[in-house]
């Protein structure tokens, strides 16, 4: 088998195990007017590839927007943000696919500050294929 990264991370995406898995956050206190990433306890490690297919944000203000960012970087769907719908699920119209050891961070903005807990992520993990 090929030791080049690449080509090992696609035969893990497409042949590792796949595990269906949610992501929960605590109460996050958001300061006026500034991006905050949103505490949240990951339970997978970051070498599994990591796919996105829905989530839950409630926060105490009608003025929330969100983002999504892997390494410093917007990702797609959110070509900016969105606002937050307080306690509505939101399923991804497309899943968004992190790779393994990228930095997944869920940033929430409010001009009045307040309080935002992310209460779920959905995700599907790709475990790593044995190539032994």
Do not use: C
């Amino acid at each position: 088998m090929s030791t080049d990264p690449f080509i090992r991370q696609r035969v893990n995406q497409l042949t590792g195990l796949t595990v269906y898995g949610q992501e929960f956050g605590t109460p996050t206190s958001v300061v006026a007017s500034t991006w905050t990433p949103l505490e949240v306890v990951f339970t997978q490690s970051d070498d599994s590839h990591r796919v996105l297919t829905a989530y839950k944000i409630t926060a105490d203000k009608s003025d929330f927007t969100f983002r999504m960012m892997v390494d410093g970087v917007k990702i797609f769907p959110h070509a900016d943000d969105v606002e937050v719908l307080s306690g509505v699920d939101m399923f991804l119209q497309f899943q968004i696919q992190i790779p393994a050891t990228k930095i997944l961070s869920l940033e929430v903005f409010s001009p009045t500050g307040g309080i935002a807990i992310l209460d779920y992520l959905s995700t599907i993990t790709v475990q790593p294929y044995d190539f032994s």
